[in-house]
């Protein structure tokens, strides 16, 4: 079962950090994950002492489903 419980996250720098292969090898425009008891943080690689976002288990899975779906893509300009 899934819960909207968002989890805490006490040390950032104690996690697991890792990002997409997909980004690129000259930094600076890529988010790290690490799973956490109930859910997933999310932190600016570039700024790894900075700000995490946590989400819950739910709420992770919702994104991810709309990032599948095209819900984020850009629009395309017209020509």
Known sequence: ?????????TD??????????HSGGE???CVEVA????????RD????LGPVLAFSS??????LAGV???EFDRPRARR
């Open 35 to 42: 799973d956490v008891d109930g859910g997933v943080a999310v």
């Open 1 to 9: 079962m899934r819960t909207s419980r968002k989890p805490a996250v």
């Open 58 to 63: 739910a709420e992770w899975e919702a994104f």
């Open 27 to 29: 930094g600076g425009m």
């Open 68 to 70: 599948h779906d095209g």
């Open 12 to 21: 950032p720098a104690a996690l697991p950090w890792r990002k997409s292969s």
């Open 45 to 48: 690689s570039a700024d790894p």
